[in-house]
């Protein structure tokens, strides 16, 4: 039983081997579009803003204000003082946005009368003005800490020098400190595992479906007429695509891992993960082609659910929000990618995503087993 | 005596409404070659594929050497599918090590097997080709190498010539000729009188499921009795003919008339006293007759006569 | 011509009796389109920051209310550090802030090689600013007078005076494409499936050939050029009907401000050229209908991200848009922008279109040269 098992995986891999588009769709493109998206997002996505200060009060608290924030900022994030109008150093493209301290602004904080900072950004960098806004938020309070403290000892009979200076200088009741994350995420390590799932589909769906295929073209009741049982057949056929599924995602992982220095994490994590979605992509293969009525059904649900899985599941959206994100764990593709995520970016051990391999698995093993029912009465006509 | 190589009992499946194989029954003696005669679609692959194991019957027996089939006596039967059931993808020797593999034979004895049954289809030099670069008359004869390759008992060829040239046609009945003379079984099924006349030892004729007639070519021929072919060329229009045609079917003697434009055949009793009267119909109904041929009697004229129709349309 | 028309006819039906290509063609753009558009609705104005709260005081908790008013940033709440390591090593969270119990710092962690670290300082320190006027005045005064009397001073001031206030105005107008995520949605998924499924007719070609109609199409008076034409007029002829299926969608459902109508015409037009000679040209390259599939789609999907159709090019650098400008895609996405964004009229794109154009030109010779040689040899 075992032998022709064997056999009959062993013959589906050396037809596989010999067909070219297998190799382009399960080694040559998961890591050809992986690579592409690491060339375009590799150094990671970038965000720099310089925002302006625009000191049009001229005066030493204004000017106080101006140094202290170009010393400031960080990554990310540059100050610099505008001396022309704020809609032309905007114009101009130096800057992303603009904080005016406006003419008179001193003198309205210290006589305690309304008082206020402009800030000026473009309407297509909404992000930019908003950071502006933020900071200028920030100096507000400052000025406004400032002039309460002030009005304050005035009205206490307190020497409102020191006070103010204390204030000032205060360090703030909540301090800020910044930690790293370390470990790095390459996003190839997410495309490859995607599109990889994607074309795997496609191929295995092909294995699959090659069994009411050898039906038609004979194949089959000629290896039924030798001494070999129904359930060797199917079995070996399975085996044979679980092989090729297995195969060529592992390539992909140690290819883009070793060759373009993309971690996809803990290797067993990894493998486990990568044996888990192929079960579960043959296992719905199997499901379909059992379920469908002629092979040409077979053919087209294979590639719509392929197709609808991964673009539920994800495959092409790094990190979306909304909808997306709650409906990509409905999809195999989806709940393989957040395994695969994990692993790479959250540092996960194998015991992490321990759940979502046996649902991969369960999953696999649950619509095989209907599929395989199915297929028998085909195959045994 | 020893037990027949394949017996066969009141073998009857069923598809749906359509009874496809109706209380079948023959054996086949170790050394001879059968042949299962009948027009498309008269029961033939359906027999066989019950026979190898394919398909359940609905009811009846298959014997094998006095046992019945079971999944490990099936390396008894070497099946040559009537399609080309091997993988266009790979080349002659690994189909051939497949199946030899499937069939438990390896090592050195699978080689050596392979070799002979290249030798025999003459496909020695293109045995490292792809099939799907083969003419269609070399895939026939990889397909019948297949079937060989384990030395079974029982060869069964499924209408191994459809839609071969004349000349890979005659090199597989040659083949085939050379393979019942040296002791192995055969079956062989055809829609071709001419092959199974050549061929076989005994002729089982099958018509919608059922086993009409059964015997060597003599027996059969004597089932045609005093019964002789006919055959008129006429000239005239096809409706004409058509009446002409009802018109001869109703005379004594005729068993069976099959032809239309241009020539028509009648198998009768005293073939050759229907000549007048048959003429003088023609021209009542406008035909103009302008040759008569009467013919050696043959299984074409047998299956005539035993279903009034031709064996191919 | 009669002829080419019959062809088109023939092909055209043979191309939408296929289930598959009927799902490509007309729901996948559909659904896709839907899916950008509902998911990806809310990124561009704030950064997105992760907060981890342990058990935070009542200044903790000011400062994390200040933080989710910001206009900066948008909090997404974690309750697992390792969660939200994960989405800030992968980027999706520029950052992430930890808030515990008063009295111990907050903590802000960035990955080394993310540049938003600046912004979410800034943010919290302005944030952190907010919430302190008053503790810090207090404290400024108690060096003084007792705490007591510092307090009822310190909050009889903040009632006079008015809070020093922050106006902001914004210059410009907001791109289309921006504001209504549709707008960017549609026309890069049209560009990205009007190409890929040109290269998808490409099995249907070999097919073609591999059934022997290039040799029965020799032996009519008409020729191959004749078959070839009409299937190169029906390929054209379903790019449009996806191009009026999506656009019209665009238009009537997502209330998509187009632009003008004439370069939005002549685009499709030339677009769709582009798409159906792509597709003769792999038909006339590769051997089996298995193939053409397993190069088409990759390529599509390669062809799509390196000229702007997965995302826009303005976000990678300007290697990777050189070697996007390569794709006939960027191009056409280059048309779209300026047609949608800056409400450019065909004399606006006519530098674009005059690529465009080229690549037309090319692709068709190439095709008609590749499909000759097996016109030749009659397979």
Known sequence: MWRHVWLIAANGLRRSLRDRSILIQAIVAPILIAVVVGAAFGSGFSLNVTVGIKDADGSDISEQIAQGLTGAGGDGIAFSSVDADADAALDSGAYDAVIVLPAGLSDAVLSGEPAQLDVVGEAKDPLAQSVAESVAAGIAANLQTARVTAVAATSAGVDAGPAIQRAVTATPPLTVEQGEVTGTFSVMAYFAPGVAMLFLFFIIGNGARSIIEERREGTLPRILAAPVSPASVLLGKTVGVLIVGIVSMTLVWLITWLGFGAYWGDPIGVFLVIVAAVVAIAGISLLITGLARTENQADALTTIIALLFAVAGGTFFYGASGVLSDLRLFTPNGQALAAFVNLAAAQADVVEVLPQILLLTGIGVGCAAVGLVALRNKVLT | ????????????????????????????????????????????????????????????????????????????????????????????????????????????????????????????????????????????????????????????????????????????????????????????????????????????????????????????????????????????????????????????????????????????????????PAVQAAQSHGLDVVGVEVAEPDLEAVFLHLTGKALRD | ???????????????????????????????????????????????????????????????????????????????????????????????????????????????????????????????????????????????????????????????????????TRAIGAVNEMDENRFASAVPSQLMLFTFLNGLLGAAALVQARQLGVFQRTLATPHGLGVYLSGLGLSRFLIAILQAVILLGLGVLWFGINLGDPVAVTALVLIYSVIAAAAGMLLGGVVRTPGQAVAVAVPAGIVMGMLGGCMWPLSVVGTTMQRIGHLTPQAWAMDSWNAIINEGAGIGGIAGYLAVLVGFAVVLSALAVWALGRHARTGR
């Open chain 2, 1 to 276: 005596m020893a037990a027949p190589v394949l017996q066969v009992t009141d073998l009857v499946r069923r598809f749906g409404d359509h009874t496809a194989v109706d209380r079948v029954s023959f054996q086949i003696q170790p050394g001879e070659t059968y042949g299962l005669l009948g027009p498309n679609g008269a029961g033939k692959t359906t027999t066989i594929s019950m026979i190898a194991g394919l398909l359940t019957p609905d009811s009846g027996e298959v014997e094998l050497l006095g046992e019945p089939l079971t999944s490990g006596r099936k390396s008894l039967i070497g099946l040559v599918p009537q399609d080309i059931a091997l993988y266009p993808d790979l080349s002659a020797l690994e189909n051939l090590q497949f199946f030899g593999k499937l069939q438990n034979l390896h090592g050195e004895h699978l080689k050596q097997r392979i070799a002979h049954v290249l030798d025999v289809v003459g496909l020695t030099d293109r045995a490292k080709d792809r099939i799907d670069t083969y003419s269609g008359g070399m895939k026939r004869r990889a397909n019948i190498a297949v079937g060989l390759l384990h030395e079974p008992q029982l060869l069964i060829l499924d209408e191994p010539t459809v839609g071969v040239d004349p000349q890979s046609r005659n090199s597989i009945l040659e083949a085939v000729d050379v393979l019942g003379g040296s002791g192995m079984a055969v079956l062989y099924t055809t829609h071709y009188m001419e092959e199974a006349e050549r061929l076989c030892d005994r002729v089982g004729i099958i018509d919608s499921g059922r086993l009409i007639a059964e015997g060597t070519r003599d027996e059969l021929m004597q089932r045609l009795g005093e019964n002789s072919t006919v055959t008129f060329r006429v000239n005239g229009g096809a409706e004409q003919t058509h009446a002409w045609r009802v018109e001869l079917a109703g005379m004594p003697g005729v068993s069976g008339v099959q032809g239309e434009d241009g020539q028509v055949a009648v198998v009768a009793a005293n073939g050759p006293s229907l000549i007048a």
């Open chain 3, 1 to 167: 011509m009669r002829a080419v028309l019959a062809t088109a006819r023939t092909e055209w039906v043979r191309y939408f009796r296929d289930r598959i290509a009927m799902f490509t063609t007309l729901a996948l753009p559909v659904v896709l389109v839907l899916l950008i558009g509902l998911s990806f609705g809310q990124s561009a104005e704030r950064l997105p920051v992760g907060m981890l709260q342990s058990d935070p005081g009542p200044l903790g908790t000011s400062l994390v209310a200040e933080l989710e008013d910001s206009p900066a940033i948008d909090v997404q709440q974690y309750t697992d550090r390792n969660e939200m390591y994960r989405d800030i090593r992968m980027g999706l969270v520029a950052g992430g802030v930890e808030v515990p119990a008063d009295g111990e710092p907050v903590q802000i962690y960035v990955q080394q090689a993310s540049t938003g670290a600046g912004v979410v300082v800034s943010t919290v320190n302005s944030a952190a600013a907010q919430i302190s006027t008053r503790a810090t005045a207090i404290d400024a005064l108690s060096e003084q007078i007792p705490t007591q009397k510092a307090r009822a001073a310190v909050d009889q001031a903040m009632a006079d005076i008015p809070a020093v206030e922050v106006a």
